[in-house]
């Protein structure tokens, strides 16, 4: 299997090139892809690297291939909401609930992990975060995490909140700590949940390769804002869970005697 320099795959790579185009909305959605010769020519590749990188996104759900039409950019998933009583809202404590008691962790095998603070460009992600933010990207600052549980990785998240820069240390590579109460510091405010919304996606060629899953895995998506006390948005998240990782309860009564084991919240 023919490989570039780093080792990786062809195929992988160009499907990268080719993801990094549909999140820069290069290839919006509904856009047909270019054909396999074009591809090819372009990339100078042969057609089964391009039919083997088409096939990687499609296991992503990245892209939908019609048989004898051609190879279409998916669009993104419906939204369903969900009305909570305002009187369950509490803080916004973080991403990560370690309180697994008897689960044998060793120190630092278990926490959340700064991966990159990658520049807010305009992908489909940083429009959304904008949008529910109702800010420009220009005053949106964002990064990227990795939650780890059990000793792997369990969840990817991506934070977007409206003031910046952040503090080098807080967002340097490889730094453990729950980050949002650090955000919140960093922003001079306080988290309260406005609103979370879940749903199920799969694994991107990014994703996968930080949870150490095959591209397509299922993946819960828990989404949502935070905002100040007085209802102003002031971070906007998107969490993608090994769905092998976590399970979400919703308590209708008041439990005190039991309570479920802990996971990524």
Same mark, same amino acid.
């Given at each position: 299997?023919?490989?570039?320099?780093?080792?990786? $795959?062809?195929? *992988?790579?160009?499907?990268?090139?080719?993801?990094?185009?549909?999140?820069?909305?290069?290839? =919006?959605?509904?856009?047909?892809?270019? %054909?396999?010769?074009?591809? %090819?020519?372009?990339?100078?590749?042969?057609?089964?690297?391009?039919?083997?990188?088409?096939?990687?996104?499609? *296991?992503?759900?990245?892209?939908?291939?019609? *048989?004898?039409?051609?190879? @279409?950019?998916?669009?993104?998933?419906?939204?369903?909401?969900?009305?909570?009583?305002?009187?369950?809202?509490?803080?916004?404590?973080?991403?990560?609930?370690?309180?697994? $008691?008897?689960?044998?962790?060793?120190?630092?095998?278990?926490?959340? @992990?700064?991966?990159?603070? $990658?520049?807010?460009?305009?992908?489909?992600?940083?429009?959304?975060?904008?949008?529910?933010?109702?800010?420009?990207?220009?005053?949106? %600052?964002?990064?990227?995490?990795?939650?780890?549980?059990?000793?792997?990785?369990?969840?990817?998240?991506?934070?977007?909140?409206?003031?910046?820069?952040? $503090?080098?240390?807080?967002?340097? =590579?490889?730094?453990?700590?729950?980050? #949002?109460?650090?955000?919140?510091?960093?922003?001079? #405010?306080?988290?309260?949940?406005?609103?979370?919304?879940?749903?199920?996606?799969?694994?991107?060629?990014?994703?996968?390769?930080?949870?150490?899953?095959?591209?397509?895995?299922? &993946?819960? #998506?828990?989404?949502?804002?935070?905002?100040? =006390?007085?209802?102003?948005?002031?971070?906007?998240?998107?969490?993608?869970?090994?769905?092998?990782?976590?399970? @979400?309860? &919703?308590?209708?009564?008041?439990? *005190?005697?039991?309570?479920?084991?802990?996971?990524?919240?």
């Amino acid at each position: 299997m023919a490989a570039d320099r780093s080792g990786t $795959p062809l195929y *992988r790579t160009l499907a990268r090139r080719l993801q990094e185009r549909i999140d820069s909305g290069t290839y =919006p959605a509904g856009t047909r892809l270019p %054909s396999e010769p074009e591809l %090819s020519a372009e990339f100078g590749v042969n057609r089964l690297t391009v039919r083997q990188a088409v096939a990687e996104l499609e *296991r992503a759900a990245a892209v939908e291939i019609r *048989r004898g039409v051609g190879t @279409f950019v998916r669009g993104p998933a419906l939204r369903v909401s969900i009305d909570v009583d305002p009187r369950s809202q509490r803080f916004d404590l973080g991403s990560t609930n370690l309180a697994l $008691p008897g689960d044998g962790e060793q120190p630092g095998a278990a926490g959340e @992990f700064v991966v990159a603070a $990658p520049p807010v460009t305009g992908s489909a992600e940083d429009l959304e975060a904008a949008r529910q933010l109702g800010r420009p990207l220009a005053e949106l %600052s964002r990064v990227d995490t990795v939650t780890r549980l059990g000793g792997r990785a369990g969840a990817v998240s991506s934070y977007w909140v409206p003031f910046g820069p952040l $503090p080098a240390e807080l967002v340097r =590579p490889g730094r453990a700590g729950n980050l #949002v109460p650090e955000l919140a510091r960093a922003g001079g #405010v306080q988290l309260e949940y406005d609103w979370r919304a879940f749903g199920a996606i799969g694994a991107d060629l990014a994703d996968a390769e930080l949870l150490g899953v095959p591209v397509g895995t299922p &993946l819960l #998506v828990r989404e949502g804002v935070s905002c100040t =006390p007085d209802g102003a948005a002031a971070l906007y998240v998107r969490r993608r869970i090994d769905g092998g990782s976590a399970r @979400f309860v &919703l308590h209708y009564r008041e439990r *005190r005697t039991h309570r479920p084991g802990g996971g990524i919240t």
